[in-house]
């Protein structure tokens, strides 16, 4: 499949049965990752896999009464024999013993002789186990995993009546970002496979998710309408490369200008905006904006390979600063997206929301409080804007410069508010208005009616534990807006919940707690994050996981050597240790793991992290402000500056659609107002010590 003859010709291969079952779960991703990163854009695979969790059942296909799969295996010791060329193992002195593991969801074969028995010298005790096979079963849940894990996507699933067996046509993955950090932050300039795989998810989005004939709908009214993004990106990344390089602008030139910058009005006056580029009577066609944003593409590719980006750190800020910019938006167009009725899924199958809903059910524990101590933390970098050393990461103006920050003891609950968590608050409260990541039937202007009495106090006597769930008759006719269209609000309860931070603040203080202050969230984080006392050895000899960093194993060195040393890194760069300012994001819900918010109720005895929060940004209660040493940013002076408005309050984190880069960089920081609707920001909540 390797073969360069071979690359061109559309193949499907064929895996039929269920023979991935024998694999060790990890083993199958690292497997099916090797097969992805050899199929081509056309190239697919056809998956049979058992996803029988019935333990009798699944017991009894292995051991059967006629012994049919017993005198098969037995037959393993007939071919050892002949492979050893001796009689070694006597059939009369074994037996097969079947064991179904509830645990592991697999079933489990072994050789037991039935006396002691000597085997090439050595003793071996009747009844003693001898492993010879394992059977995993996957659910369907369980399989999407496999395939996120492994880089595949599925294109269709074909299931037997009973819904146990199921033929899974898949392809590679689009895109894939890694969650490491020394991955996916390895160098301080993102190397060009990095803006490939961005590229490849901008893509996704812009020419697959938003049919044409709604290119020009604004489905957020404050905001452009979704064919500005499209000229914008590649617009914002040319003008910063032109003044870097001191070449001519990707033509038309007049694209500096009419697509600089966005708007982004005051919500209670959205007169009143900032400066932007003037909307044109007439937007250029939609073509010429893709062969626009092409040519930008390989102007960009064209650097990589013929500028030393190890020695000219004006041209790798201008670059890192493109990134960003393009990845910070293709979460802004997702939620504008979320908005639209109109809006396409992503390639492949849907979720089985119904499945995670039950699991998610079934593995909530209650929200404990969760003590935090004092603590003295670092906040921001040190990032001059200079070509002077020594080598370091980049950040925006509004991180810099570092500075140690006192944070007092309180307590904070492991995790964020729910949809349930929110639910309940309006069922208590009488309110019938929902947030927009919300649908209901009713409208937000009929009279509330589920009234219910507020408490004496004006607190809710929520415990924030399991309480007896919201009524069938409550849950009707409201769902949660995903990409893949709005599921029902009953399989999303477990879910993060995200709301404007006046939606969030409220909910609160009903539930007896407060909205924590930046600098308390960043303890949480610094409390929680397991490197903070890390020294890495080296990185000079990498190592990345067997499944793009989702499994707790050392992994395995690569060769050829990663992607970033072969597109211009100096030697001397890897010096650099990315735990000093990036987090790992293993187990989080960020750098599209999945298109849609996560569960987090399973999380209620353990403090959710940086980036950890299900899929969603942390709130804060911290307005954006200036800071002692900050300087507006030369290259973008406006970026932070223009916000300084008391309106809009910081967040930390990160969603589901933000690039790790971003969701795992300790310093960095994210705003909107406070009662802006449509940002994917959740809350936990923290309460002073008593």
Not at 13 to 42: K, M, P, Y
Not at 86 to 96: G, I, L, M, N, S
Not at 191 to 204: G, I, K, P, R
Not at 256 to 283: K, L, Q, T, Y
Request: with cysteine.
């Amino acid at each position: 499949m390797k073969e360069t003859a071979n690359l061109g010709i559309p193949k499907c291969i064929l895996w039929l049965g269920s023979s991935i079952g024998n694999l060790e779960r990890t083993e199958a991703v690292d497997f099916l990752r090797g097969c992805s990163e050899v199929l081509q854009g056309q190239d697919s695979m056809l998956i049979g896999i058992d996803a029988c969790h019935e333990s009798d059942k699944v017991y009894r296909a292995y051991n059967d009464k006629r012994g049919t799969t017993h005198e098969f295996i037995l037959n393993g010791l007939k071919h050892a024999n002949k492979l050893m060329g001796k009689e070694v193992f006597r059939e009369d002195d074994w037996k097969v013993m079947g064991e179904y593991d509830e645990v592991a969801r697999r079933h489990q074969a072994f050789y037991t002789p039935v006396r002691d028995v000597m085997v090439e010298g050595t003793l071996i005790r009747a009844e003693e186990k001898i492993r010879v096979e394992e059977s995993y079963k996957y659910s369907l849940l369980q399989s999407d995993e496999l395939w996120q894990r492994a880089g595949l996507m599925v294109q269709a699933r074909f299931g037997n009546r009973i819904n146990n067996y199921h033929l899974h046509l898949v392809s590679k993955q689009a895109f894939s970002y890694p969650l490491k950090a020394n991955e996916y932050a390895a160098q301080p300039v993102p190397c060009l496979h990095e803006f490939e795989q961005l590229w490849a998810a901008w893509d996704v989005v812009t020419r697959h998710m938003i049919p044409e004939k709604e290119l020009l709908s604004k489905p957020i009214k404050l905001r452009n309408c979704c064919l500005f993004y499209l000229g914008h990106i590649p617009a914002f990344l040319d003008m910063h490369l032109t003044r870097a390089t001191g070449d001519a602008a990707t033509k038309p030139s007049s694209y500096h200008h009419m697509f600089e910058r966005g708007i982004d009005p005051d919500v209670d006056n959205p007169e009143n905006c900032h400066a932007h580029s003037e909307i044109p009577d007439e937007w250029p066609p939609i073509g010429e904006i893709f062969d626009y944003q092409e040519r930008v593409r390989n102007r960009t590719r064209s650097l990589f390979a013929d500028r030393g980006l190890e020695t000219n750190r004006l041209l790798g800020r201008a670059l890192w600063i493109g990134f960003e910019h393009e990845a910070m938006h293709l979460e802004t167009l997702l939620y504008m997206l979320l908005q639209s009725d109109r809006t396409l899924p992503p390639p492949g199958v849907a979720p089985d929301f119904v499945a995670l809903g039950k699991q998610a059910r079934e593995a909530a524990i209650p929200n404990q409080w969760i003590p935090i101590p004092a603590s003295t933390i670092n906040v921001g970098l040190e990032d001059p804007e200079n070509d002077d050393g020594p080598d370091r990461h980049f950040g925006w103006d509004n991180e810099k410069p570092q500075r140690l920050v006192d944070v007092p003891a309180f307590e904070a609950q492991a995790r964020p508010l729910t949809n349930e968590d929110y639910a309940r608050y309006l069922y208590h409260t009488g309110q019938d208005a929902v947030p927009v990541s919300w649908i209901s039937e009713r409208s937000h202007h009929s009279p509330p009616v589920y009234q219910r009495e507020a408490p004496v106090d004006g607190h809710s006597s929520y415990q924030n534990g399991l309480s007896p769930p919201l009524t069938n008759a409550y849950l009707t006719g409201k769902s949660v807006r995903t990409v893949y269209g709005p599921i029902s609000l009953e399989y999303a309860l477990d879910w993060p919940v995200f709301a404007s931070y006046d939606e969030l603040s409220r909910c609160a203080t009903w539930m007896n707690g407060r909205i924590p202050s930046v600098q308390e969230v960043r303890s949480i984080y610094n409390y929680v994050d397991p490197n903070k006392n890390k020294k890495t050895d080296s990185i000079n000899t990498k190592k990345i996981s067997a499944v793009n960093g989702h499994l707790s194993n050392e992994g395995v060195e690569i060769s050829p050597p990663p992607h970033h040393l072969r597109n211009g890194a100096s030697g001397a760069e890897k010096s650099l240790d990315p735990y000093e300012l990036f987090a790992d994001l293993e187990g989080c819900n960020v750098g599209f793991k999945h298109f849609h918010p996560m569960p987090v109720t399973q999380n209620g005895n353990q403090l959710s992290g940086q980036g950890n929060m299900g899929g969603v940004w942390e709130w804060t209660s911290s307005a954006l402000e200036r800071h002692e040493g900050f300087e507006p940013m030369t290259l973008y002076p406006a970026y932070t500056d223009d916000f300084f408005d008391g309106k809009h309050n910081v967040v930390l984190g990160g969603s589901w659609a933000t690039h790790p880069r971003i969701a795992g960089r300790k310093t960095f920081v994210n705003w909107y107002q406070r009662n802006y609707l449509y940002a994917w920001c959740g809350a936990r909540l923290v309460r002073d010590v008593q």
